[in-house]
């Protein structure tokens, strides 16, 4: 799966993604990029918009909103083992 059919399903809805972390350990987070997913006082300060732009900063990266750890992490899109949406 591309960069980007990761960055389209993320903004669709909840996906898992299973990676391998930068000390070698494996993790499973369920994220997203979909607004009405992520709470009003999580949104970055420039709304959708600014979602947008913080894709486009980092290649090797992508930012998204966990759920469950409520807040915002990122993975490396390289590292990536498996991606589905939730």
């Not at 809805?13 to 607004?35: A, I, Q, Y």
Request: glycine content about 6%.
């Amino acid at each position: 799966m591309t960069r980007e059919q990761m960055i389209d399903s993320l903004r669709e809805g909840l996906c898992e993604v299973t990676f391998e972390k930068k000390d070698g350990t494996m993790r499973v987070m369920p994220c997203t990029l979909k607004s009405d997913l992520i709470p009003a006082d999580m949104m970055p300060k420039g709304g959708e918009d600014s979602l947008r732009e913080g894709l486009e900063k980092t290649i090797s990266a992508i930012r998204v909103y966990a759920p469950e750890s409520e807040g915002w992490r990122s993975f490396i899109v390289d590292n990536v083992k498996d991606f589905k949406l939730a």
